[in-house]
């Protein structure tokens, strides 16, 4: 059985409205930011199985690419407290349960796998990252 899709236009407005709360699949919210005269996307939902599964590989791409360029370009003896830091673990952990969540159902048991264990290897490495510079901070405080 085919669905079939309302939309709703408001002339006075020029807003148009699909119904898409009988569509399943991928939703987001897009964040381009340019100003342009034309049609203003709030929320697309893609329904193509391999068009998803492609699109969430190239944003979880990115994502790693940022901790991992983060952890590159951290330093053993940057100045200043670790804060920066805990906010990385946290934001990685709170990824990590997302990928869990979210993104389990569209993508490849095996890759979901593989995933995680490159997200275990940042982790280890951030928290490594963390407590040499803990152990630091308690040798510079010694005397």
């Not at 360029?69 to 053993?76: A, E, K, R, V």
Request: aromatic share 12%.
């Amino acid at each position: 059985m085919a669905k079939s899709y309302s939309v709703d236009k408001n002339i006075r407005n020029n807003l148009a409205k699909i119904d898409s709360q009988s569509v399943s699949g991928f939703k987001f919210k897009p964040k381009n930011k340019v100003k342009y005269s034309g049609i203003k996307v709030d929320e697309m939902v893609f329904i193509n199985n391999s068009f998803v599964e492609h699109i969430l590989k190239r944003k979880i791409k990115k994502r790693l690419n940022l901790y991992l360029d983060y952890i590159i370009n951290l330093s053993d003896d940057e100045a200043g407290d670790n804060s920066q830091l805990e906010i990385a673990i946290n934001n990685l952990a709170r990824y990590k349960s997302v990928i869990k969540r979210k993104y389990s159902q569209y993508l490849d048991r095996h890759y979901i796998e593989l995933l995680l264990k490159k997200i275990n290897l940042i982790e280890y490495e951030l928290k490594m990252k963390y407590y040499n510079y803990e152990k630091t901070e308690e040798k510079g405080k010694s005397r």
